[in-house]
């Protein structure tokens, strides 16, 4: 039966799921059908109340997903820095999944094998991983018995050498996990990159660009720039 409360949830996620799309397009065409439910919802609300009832949902929209940016680095234990550790960081997204996870990899080694198990057994209980290799017979030993575990919830994909340019690579070190928070880094999935190196990159915890980063890394995958193992 349809009821006032369902009506009201299906209204909540229809004003949600436009603001969602706003918010990654910018564009006023996404919020055409929302309005139209508005006003066929309130039929005695003018322009001006149906814009009203619009920009409060913005603004509570905005307040829940508010960005939070946090410096992540990598440095012997010796240097002392006062900020989030690279290492820490990646296990703990990894462990916190639930739903996908995105990973990109120029150089990985045996000191991420741990890290790897994990991501297996995520996706053993449903979490979709895709991981973006930039030369996977180079480190086809590393990820071997993760290559082992592919299928609807494992996909590997390798960056497609350019012919034009001998020296270009997918050099990215992103990790983005339940299209909620991202970490940006210059540290590769190995000894040096999370432990031994001085890096840099930032934790971003935000839908928005979680969101961004995933929509470019499949828009890269319809364009043949990365291929399917």
């Known amino acids: 039966m349809w009821n006032s409360s369902i009506k009201a949830e299906y209204l909540a ?3 949600i799921q436009s603001i969602d799309a706003y918010s990654l397009r910018e ?13 066929m ?38 240097f002392k820095i006062k900020a989030k550790k690279t ?17 990109t990899g120029y150089s990985v080694s ?5 890290m790897l198990d994990e991501i297996i057994a995520k996706s053993q209980k449903g979490v979709y991983v895709r991981f973006y290799v930039n030369d996977i017979d180079r480190h086809k030993e590393s990820l071997d018995r993760m290559l082992a575990y592919q299928g609807k919830y494992l996909q590997f994909f390798e960056y497609e050498k350019q ?18 928070k991202a970490l940006v880094s210059s540290a590769n999935l190995s000894y040096h990159g999370l432990s031994g190196n001085v890096e840099m990159g930032f934790l971003v915890d935000s839908r ?5 980063i995933e929509n470019l890394l499949n828009q890269l995958i319809r364009m043949n720039i990365y291929k399917r193992v």
């Open 27 to 39: 564009a006023d065409s996404v919020l055409v059908d929302v309005i139209a439910e508005l006003r």
């Open 41 to 78: 919802q309130f039929p005695s609300c003018n322009d001006g109340e149906i814009n009203d009832i619009l920009s409060l949902c913005f603004e509570m929209y905005n307040a829940k997903n508010s960005e939070k940016i946090e410096l992540v680095v990598t440095a012997p234990d010796t």
């Open 163 to 180: 012919s034009d340019d001998k020296m270009a690579a997918s050099h990215a070190k992103i990790l983005v996990v339940d299209s909620n």
């Open 208 to 212: 928005q660009k979680a969101k961004q």
């Open 13 to 15: 996620a229809k004003i």
């Open 110 to 114: 045996d000191y991420f094998a741990g």
């Open 87 to 103: 290492k820490d960081v990646v296990e703990q997204l990894i462990k916190s999944a639930e739903k996908s996870i995105f990973l």
